[in-house]
């Protein structure tokens, strides 16, 4: 039978979600929604619940994970206001509100002050600020990857056709075999590393499309700290990003 269940694992109470299928094993998947478990129509409820209590400890610590993570990103969420935080380049830019003169939105850069001045006509709505923001980061990571890119490609002995942003929730970035690079504009928000990072990841897919050693080796040759990137990159997924 599918639908929501309950098992007591260690001094714990676990919620899962059991789904019925046409497979062979039982599968385990933990996501923001908690467990889901699926298993193959004839495989009795007290042998779904030994396979459960066997992935005991992997099952607590995954499920704590997720935890910690939804609780990190509702410590950073960003409050669209006057005087917020936004993550820039590895820093931050401090948004300063401000009315607009003209009926034109219109937003100003200090980067002497590190203050984005956004101006917004009066009664706009906190969409309007944050589609601002975003149009703008937008063209800010258009303008530096269309300055990186070319470097490593020299650096690579690689030609790519075209470059283009997107906003992946999973990828920072594909490559494909027609030589069409995509680059998530959320690594705007992230440092220079990072963003070099995967830019000689995606052009080095451009020789070897794969993720074999002699890839690896490809990407160490033009990006030496190519570990530590991918580490922070891991760590601050795009779930853990200001919501636009």
């Given at each position: 039978m599918n639908g929501q269940r309950q098992l007591q694992l260690g001094s714990q109470r676990v919620d899962y979600t059991l789904q019925r299928s046409a497979r062979r094993t039982i599968g385990f998947v933990i996501s923001d929604s908690g467990l889901k478990v699926t298993a193959p129509r004839w495989v009795l409820l007290r042998d779904i619940e030994l396979a459960i209590r066997s992935k005991e400890a992997w099952i607590i610590a995954k499920l704590q994970q997720r935890q910690e993570r939804s609780a990190q990103r509702t410590r950073q969420q960003m409050?669209?206001?006057d005087g917020a935080r936004l993550p820039y380049l590895g820093g931050a830019l401090t948004l300063r509100l401000r009315p607009a003169s003209t009926p034109e939105?219109?937003?100003?850069?200090d980067a002497s002050t590190g203050e984005l001045a956004v101006h917004l006509p009066d009664?706009?709505?906190e969409q309007a600020l944050k589609a601002t923001v975003k149009a703008w980061l937008q063209r800010q990571a258009h303008a530096l990857f269309a300055q990186r890119l070319?470097?490593?490609a020299m650096r690579?002995?690689?030609?790519?056709c075209a470059f283009k942003l997107t906003s992946a929730r999973t990828q920072w970035g594909s490559c494909t075999a027609a030589g069409i690079i995509r680059l998530n504009w959320r690594l705007v928000h992230f440092g220079q590393a990072q963003i070099d990072y995967v830019i000689a990841?995606?052009?080095a897919h451009l020789r070897e499309m794969n993720h074999s050693p002699r890839f690896w080796a490809l990407v160490e040759s033009v990006f030496p700290d190519h570990a530590a990137a991918r580490k922070v990159l891991r760590e601050r997924g795009p779930e853990m990003l200001p919501v636009f």
């Amino acid at each position: 039978m599918n639908g929501q269940r309950q098992l007591q694992l260690g001094s714990q109470r676990v919620d899962y979600t059991l789904q019925r299928s046409a497979r062979r094993t039982i599968g385990f998947v933990i996501s923001d929604s908690g467990l889901k478990v699926t298993a193959p129509r004839w495989v009795l409820l007290r042998d779904i619940e030994l396979a459960i209590r066997s992935k005991e400890a992997w099952i607590i610590a995954k499920l704590q994970q997720r935890q910690e993570r939804s609780a990190q990103r509702t410590r950073q969420q960003m409050e669209w206001r006057d005087g917020a935080r936004l993550p820039y380049l590895g820093g931050a830019l401090t948004l300063r509100l401000r009315p607009a003169s003209t009926p034109e939105v219109a937003v100003h850069h200090d980067a002497s002050t590190g203050e984005l001045a956004v101006h917004l006509p009066d009664g706009a709505e906190e969409q309007a600020l944050k589609a601002t923001v975003k149009a703008w980061l937008q063209r800010q990571a258009h303008a530096l990857f269309a300055q990186r890119l070319p470097l490593y490609a020299m650096r690579l002995g690689v030609q790519y056709c075209a470059f283009k942003l997107t906003s992946a929730r999973t990828q920072w970035g594909s490559c494909t075999a027609a030589g069409i690079i995509r680059l998530n504009w959320r690594l705007v928000h992230f440092g220079q590393a990072q963003i070099d990072y995967v830019i000689a990841h995606e052009l080095a897919h451009l020789r070897e499309m794969n993720h074999s050693p002699r890839f690896w080796a490809l990407v160490e040759s033009v990006f030496p700290d190519h570990a530590a990137a991918r580490k922070v990159l891991r760590e601050r997924g795009p779930e853990m990003l200001p919501v636009f």
